[in-house]
């Protein structure tokens, strides 16, 4: 069982629709959680961070985290073609742990016009 | 914000030969980088971790002696593939990270193929 479980997809949507991502973990150890946004061939880039428990709001992006379930959420609000890319997410125990970073395998969204 | 730039960014090379990828980090100082591959529709597993001027630290299953690791200074890594074969076809990404920060700022990546 892999530490981080995530949906590939692909997960597509019509334009303005509301884009729902998770993962699970297994690790109670992680503390500190990220979604980033990969585009083919390109490097991935932070969108989000959260420490612990609770939600963060940042534009139209929504993170939530439930450490007593394991689960973590990104809500994706009014989604635009644009927004079509690999979503992953990542977990950290902090500096503990030397600040490493789990992925998860990542979900492939398609926003269609 | 933070900008780290890798080069090349795409590479091809052939069977026993040695590759070199070069991580920078452009508008500020990288006190430590990361290196990861990453395989066609897989997430990024993280290969070895390196602090300016000690030497990397490898995850398991990682051999230190094919992928060489250099963090010689605040704005450059290297990652040496060496006697590369097929196998390591990869997309390489390095991320870097100031300080204390929590963040990682990821390069774009480099693409490998040997042929």
């Known amino acids: 069982q892999k530490e981080v479980e995530q949906d590939p997809g692909p997960l597509s949507v019509p334009e303005g629709a509301i884009v729902s991502l998770n993962c699970t973990y297994s690790?109670?150890?992680?503390?500190?959680f990220m979604w980033y946004r990969q585009y083919s061939r390109k490097g991935p880039e932070l969108l989000m961070y959260?420490?612990?428990?609770g939600n963060k709001e940042d534009g139209r992006f929504t993170a939530q985290v439930d450490k007593s379930s394991k689960y973590i959420s990104l809500f994706i609000r009014d989604s635009q073609p644009s927004d079509s890319a690999t979503y992953l997410c990542?977990?950290?125990?902090?500096?503990?742990?030397?600040?490493?970073?789990?992925f998860g395998g990542g979900t492939r969204v398609l926003v269609k016009p | 914000g933070a900008v780290v730039s890798q080069h090349p960014s795409w590479v091809i090379c052939k069977s026993g030969t040695s590759v070199k990828i070069e991580c920078r980090s452009l508008?500020?100082?990288?006190?430590?980088m990361f290196w990861y591959r990453q395989f066609p529709k897989q997430s990024l597993m993280l290969m070895a971790t390196?602090?300016?001027?000690?030497?990397?630290?490898?995850e398991q299953g990682v051999e230190k002696d094919k992928f060489l690791i250099n963090h010689a200074s605040l704005t450059l890594s290297t990652l040496t593939v060496t006697s590369a074969h097929p196998e390591d076809s990869s997309f390489y990404i390095c991320?870097?990270?100031?300080?204390?920060?929590?963040?990682?700022?990821f390069g774009p990546g480099t693409r490998l193929t040997v042929t």
């Open positions: 991320s870097a990270r100031s300080g204390f920060s929590y963040e990682q700022y």
């Open positions: 690790n109670s150890a992680f503390q500190y």
């Open positions: 959260t420490y612990s428990s």
């Open positions: 990542a977990m950290s125990q902090g500096w503990a742990a030397g600040n490493k970073l789990t």
């Open positions: 508008d500020f100082q990288a006190t430590t």
């Open positions: 390196s602090n300016e001027g000690s030497k990397a630290t490898y």
